[in-house]
């Protein structure tokens, strides 16, 4: 019998079936991570998995890295003290569109400016799904949640461009349909140095797909196959062409000292070497 | 060897007693009247090598420092009543996770922002029931610049021991006191550092029998994978929803007190032999206690003096042989009746209990317990 390439790096035996819903995106994002983390050849004990509160967020529970499943919003705190102690670890957050952009805004913003060496992936389905569809930072104005009912009356945010204002190293997206893409933008960011952000359009069909009458899981992935475009296409067309779409690709890529070692050079220099 | 003998305020030995212990993180948000803490570890962690991360809040700091602690750091935050306020539910994360670190609170006048540069001791409470959920508390009360520095080393020592935050319940009155001090020399205090896990990482459980109190725990990163969570789980650390397993990790948790009491509790007497009345006091307030009670003797009045320097847990059996044993008890604290309530608990003797209390900003007389002293023997 031959293995799912991905089993290597799971806890099959422990912690599954997973919470997630058939047709959630969130699944295609790990097995992109995975690929990502065993192109790199990284050990599973170099690895740590920080998340927070959501449905993204169990992630950690299922793939067979050091592990820490934190308080909402709170991932990245967590993980800069990971790597701030131990910088030889590669530290990856995972996080949601609520559990990062609202009760955990203020930890992503400063840990962009920071520059903390992290990875963060952002599963954006655009909805609280561990509470049962609520509307979030990410829910498109007009768009309905449980919250409401008569469509959203609040902008969203765009995580990259907030990221990149905020002075991460590298900011990209990809989305659930092209897995490959995905894996080779969760690839570049795990290298990079200093902060980077992928953010991974998820779908959910169970909440956000219903409320919104987008169909079935394989509808909502067949809408992103037809309204996303990479960047460098977008690039070329002119802007009403664009709007409405989904851009993938990397947005913002430059080299930074990171934090950690910005920090190591405090120490030599306290210690007067 | 010469003595190093320092003046030294109680905030500025907290930080030296962390060094003393190992703490090689400090990670916080700058706040009065806890702030030289935290400016302190700015300037010497990293010249030990250690690292110093100011936040972007309070929720943030002890955050950072639970995570550098999943990765094997001596970690510690330090705070004041409102960054207090907005680290319980991390607290209460790190006693469901068993993550070691020390908390210090430089407790200030509150409610809300209150009295920014004036203590109080009126987050004791807070302390033992600030975040949701049955859970451990250790907290140590400081009542000296060199009791601060002694306790921020047993808070560490202990922290590593019973694998959980263990607040030091410091206030500005001690926190900004200046007196001298010796400083411990190398190796005179006992540091106490976990020990590393022998099994192999397929045999190893992080929350496995035994490791409750006192036994092995890895830090991620070390080769030992594991999961941590704040959701109820199992003695791998995966979550869990079955009574058996959820029961099992409550009692775990509620073993770290109840099966350790006589370990944890640290009660000083003066004066207590012969005494009729007791006065029950502890940090800021109780170096006025102490000053009365000598002056008492003095005109040669039967007191003595209690001083708990462990108030959670709580001294219950101590209490309630000394509230047998005197007639008065005056329990004098810098709050409206926190530590008044724990004795009114305990008191099943109905004796005599007399509170003297001060909460308008400004510190508890020795006159002031001294009065409650004479009124109580006329």
Known sequence: ?273 | MNKDIRLLQGNEACALGALYAGCNFFGGYPITPSTEIAEDMALMLPKKGGRFIQMEDEIAGIGTILGAAAAGAKAMTATSGPGFSLMMELLGYGCMAEIPCVIVNVQRGGPSTGLPTKGAQADMMQARWGTHGDHPTIALCPSSVEESFKLTVKAFNLAEKFRMPVILLLDEFIGHMREKMEMPAPGELELYTHPQPTVSPAEYTHYGDGSSVGGPYASMGSGYRFNITGLTHDQHGFPTGRSDEIQWKMDRLKDKIEGHRAELLEVDQEFMDDAEIAVFSYGGAARSAQQAIREARASGIKAGLVRPTTIWPFPDKALEEILRKVKTMIVAEISQGQLLGEIQRLNQTHTKVVPVQRYDGEMLTPNEVLNAIVEVTK
């Not at chain 1, 509160?53 to 592990?67: A, E, L, T």
């Not at chain 1, 092209?178 to 960011?189: D, G, P, S, V, W």
């Not at chain 1, 890529?253 to 910005?262: G, L």
Request: glycine fraction near 10%; charge should be positive.
């Open chain 1, 1 to 273: 019998m031959r293995m799912h390439p991905s089993y290597e790096m799971l806890r099959p035996g422990k912690k599954f079936p997973h919470v997630w819903c058939p047709g959630c995106g969130h699944g295609i994002v790990q097995g992109a991570i995975i690929r990502a983390v065993q192109k790199l050849g990284w050990s599973r004990d170099e690895m740590v998995m920080v998340s927070g509160i959501g449905c993204s967020s169990r992630m950690p529970v299922y793939v067979d890295f050091n592990s820490l499943h934190t308080a909402h919003g709170r991932a990245i705190a967590f993980a800069t003290g990971v790597k701030l102690h131990n910088p030889k670890l590669h530290v990856i957050v995972i996080t949601g569109d609520g559990d990062a952009l609202a009760i955990g805004g203020n930890h992503f913003i400063h840990a962009c400016r920071r520059n903390a060496d992290l990875t963060v992936i952002l599963m954006n389905n655009n909805i609280y799904g561990m509470t049962g569809g609520q509307y979030s930072p990410t829910t498109p104005i007009g768009k309905r949640a449980s919250t409401a009912p008569y469509g959203t009356a609040e902008r969203d945010f765009d995580p990259c461009a907030l990221a990149q204002a905020a002075g991460a190293a590298f900011t990209a997206r990809g989305v659930a349909y092209n897995a490959l893409e995905l894996e080779k933008l969760i690839e570049t960011a795990l290298t990079k140095k200093g902060f980077s952000l992928v953010e991974a359009i998820s779908p959910c069909p169970t909440l956000y797909g219903r409320l919104n009458k987008e169909g079935s899981a394989v509808k909502m992935l067949q809408w992103q196959k037809a309204n996303t475009i990479n960047i460098k296409a977008a690039e070329k067309l002119p802007m009403d062409q664009v709007s409405g779409k989904i851009v993938t690709g990397i947005f913002h890529d430059v080299e930074t000292i990171p934090y950690t070692e910005i920090y190591d050079r405090i120490i030599r220099k306290a210690q007067g070497k």
